[in-house]
């Protein structure tokens, strides 16, 4: 296998979060910081993120504009953080961009023993609403931030799949035309 930093290597997405931990005010700048640094197009930064912590109002109101399937776990997460790009005609590719402000983020997370779980089953009229979000921000994803929990605290449903080996597609599937083993 070719070598992989730790840091991509031990980052996954879990479901159990603890319930108790809490995210400190230097962690939230420290993972902003990290998707504030993500390449983008033209170096629009066309992300925006709007943070909201376990018991807060507004991570409430994210939390009921979260599927039910994700309601069943995301509720533990220390930090529920909607994650969307400003909508505009010049710059296309501005969903690609956020993508990679939150790959950013997500590694900086794996970097601080934080785990992210990127929730996209949302309601993003919703969100805009209950949020108060600008006309021209697009909510794409809700990001579920915490310390990991235990997978015994999930439904039997979602413990199987907390702890059954992460599984990848061969390294042959993702390189067309290309002859790497």
């Given at each position: 296998?070719?070598?992989?930093?730790?840091?991509?290597a031990?980052?996954?997405?879990?479901?159990?979060?603890d319930?108790?931990?809490?995210?400190?005010?230097?962690?939230?700048?420290?993972?902003l910081?990290?998707?504030?640094?993500?390449?983008?197009?033209?170096?629009?930064?066309?992300?925006?993120?709007?943070?909201?912590?376990?018991h807060?109002?507004t991570?409430?109101?994210?939390?009921?504009?979260?599927?039910?399937?994700?309601?069943r776990?995301?509720?533990?997460?220390?930090?529920?953080?909607?994650?969307?790009y400003?909508v505009?005609?010049?710059?296309?590719h501005?969903?690609?961009?956020?993508?990679?402000a939150?790959?950013?983020?997500?590694?900086?997370?794996?970097?601080?023993?934080?785990?992210?779980?990127?929730?996209t089953?949302?309601?993003?009229?919703?969100?805009?609403?209950?949020?108060?979000?600008?006309?021209?921000?697009?909510?794409?994803?809700?990001?579920a931030?915490?310390?990991?929990?235990?997978?015994?605290?999930?439904?039997?449903?979602?413990?199987t799949?907390?702890?059954?080996?992460?599984?990848?597609?061969?390294?042959?599937?993702?390189?067309?035309?290309?002859?790497?083993?």
């Amino acid at each position: 296998m070719s070598e992989l930093h730790p840091l991509l290597a031990t980052r996954w997405s879990p479901r159990a979060f603890d319930p108790a931990a809490q995210l400190a005010d230097h962690d939230i700048a420290s993972l902003l910081e990290a998707a504030r640094w993500a390449p983008s197009v033209g170096n629009s930064q066309p992300w925006r993120f709007l943070v909201g912590r376990r018991h807060t109002e507004t991570h409430k109101r994210i939390f009921t504009n979260l599927a039910a399937a994700s309601q069943r776990w995301a509720g533990s997460a220390s930090a529920l953080i909607v994650a969307g790009y400003v909508v505009d005609p010049g710059t296309p590719h501005a969903a690609y961009d956020l993508g990679q402000a939150v790959a950013h983020l997500s590694v900086q997370a794996t970097a601080l023993r934080l785990h992210v779980h990127q929730i996209t089953g949302i309601d993003r009229g919703g969100l805009r609403a209950d949020l108060d979000l600008p006309d021209d921000l697009l909510p794409k994803v809700v990001l579920a931030i915490g310390r990991l929990g235990d997978p015994g605290s999930l439904p039997p449903d979602l413990r199987t799949l907390e702890i059954t080996l992460r599984r990848r597609r061969p390294r042959s599937e993702l390189a067309i035309g290309a002859a790497i083993t």
